[in-house]
């Protein structure tokens, strides 16, 4: 057994996750491909959304990023430009339960596809999130918020008079040959031959940090639905949560990124706002515990490699993907974490562990 192949193992053993898959590519080749989950094992990509379908549909219908959000969604109260919202400087909240009315006013979104209510509980919290008012001025600081990622796929719609889970799959993943996609709950998609589970009870537990916003009774749910409690109101189809993928799904995606199939208005970099590690739609290393490691990026362990810094994104779930743009490097590694507790936080130092384990897989200083 390889080193890499112990470390994942390892992960395992000491219960950070109870199934993972590796993919990586490397200069265009595959490099890598690992786990204890199946290839074809399906996982919840959960926030990954936000670059995999949000941002590269941003790019790929070529919204006008500087344009007012109002000029999509003439009702939203944000005053902000996609590119804030983009950027995570919109002033937004990060997070708002507004599943919380939803569950407690429709038990009967528990009783199977419900296509009517769906759209109409749909419509309910996509108003409400555009009601939402901003808690600071745009630009004053960076703050992530799925509320400006839910308002990025609303307005994918209403510019291309397109449902955002059909935009995805016809712009993105059938392109690409990718087999990700949403899974709608009102369609009562049939269950994929392998996935990785997550939780069993809706709404989920709340995330550290969360305990105390809401009062709903747990449920048993359905399995193979979306992690997300706002996503699963959305009928499973949201901006920035909903979206279902192999971890072969995610390096190819990050592949087509790396040969710049989609390119930003300006060459991926670090926003300017104040607390800001935020590239156009996705992130960047953080100064101390990068998520990604220390050596991505970096030429041995401190010089600088190239101009452009390493970008990628973390999924809720216990996913990532990474890239790194001088080396010609995407590593996607999804993980199911969240199935032994929304508190099993592991990852955070795992996954550290498993980038560099990668580099020194392909002997890259």
């Given amino acids: 057994m390889s080193s890499l192949d112990a470390l994942l193992q390892r992960g395992v053993d000491e219960q950070v996750y109870p199934l993972a898959r590796l993919e990586v590519f490397h200069e265009g080749r595959h490099a890598l491909s690992l786990g204890n989950a199946p290839s074809g094992c399906v996982f919840d990509l959960a926030s990954v959304t936000k670059v995999m379908s949000t941002t590269a549909l941003v790019l790929d219908t070529r919204l006008p990023v500087d344009a007012p959000l109002t000029q999509f969604l003439p009702g939203a109260a944000a005053r902000a430009t996609l590119a804030d919202l983009l950027f995570h400087r919109s002033g937004l909240p990060a997070f708002q339960p507004y599943f919380e009315h939803e569950l407690l006013a429709h038990p009967q979104l528990f009783e199977g596809p419900q296509p009517e209510l769906r759209a109409a509980v749909r419509r309910s919290v996509l108003e409400r999130v555009a009601a939402t008012p901003q808690e600071r001025a745009v630009g004053a600081q960076a703050v992530y918020s799925d509320l400006g990622f839910i308002l990025l796929g609303a307005a994918l719609e209403a510019s291309t008079g397109t449902p955002l889970d059909r935009l995805f799959t016809e712009r993105i993943a059938a392109p690409l040959g990718l087999t990700a996609g949403f899974r709608r709950l009102s369609s009562a998609p049939p269950l994929p031959p392998v996935f990785a589970p997550t939780g069993t009870t809706r709404p989920r537990e709340p995330a550290p940090g969360q305990e105390g916003m809401w009062t709903v009774p747990e449920r048993p749910t359905a399995l193979c639905q979306v992690d ?109 974490r969240v199935a032994l507790g929304r508190a099993n936080i592991r990852i955070r130092a795992f996954r550290p562990q498993v980038h560099d384990a990668v580099l020194d897989a392909l002997k890259l200083e």
């Fill in 228 to 336: 997300d409690d706002n996503a699963w109101c959305l009928d499973g189809v949201s901006g920035h949560a909903g979206l279902f993928g192999t971890a072969l799904d995610v390096a190819r995606f990050g592949q087509a990124i790396l040969e710049g199939r989609w390119s930003p208005p300006t060459p991926w970099g670090r926003d300017s706002t104040p607390g800001s590690t935020r590239a156009f739609g996705f992130d960047t290393p953080s100064t101390e515990g990068a998520s990604c490691g220390q050596r991505f990026g970096k030429r041995g362990s401190i010089a600088p490699r190239g101009a452009s810094p390493p970008i990628g994104h973390l999924g809720f779930t216990g996913t990532s993907l990474w890239i790194d743009l001088d080396r010609k490097l995407v590593v996607a590694f999804l993980t199911n």
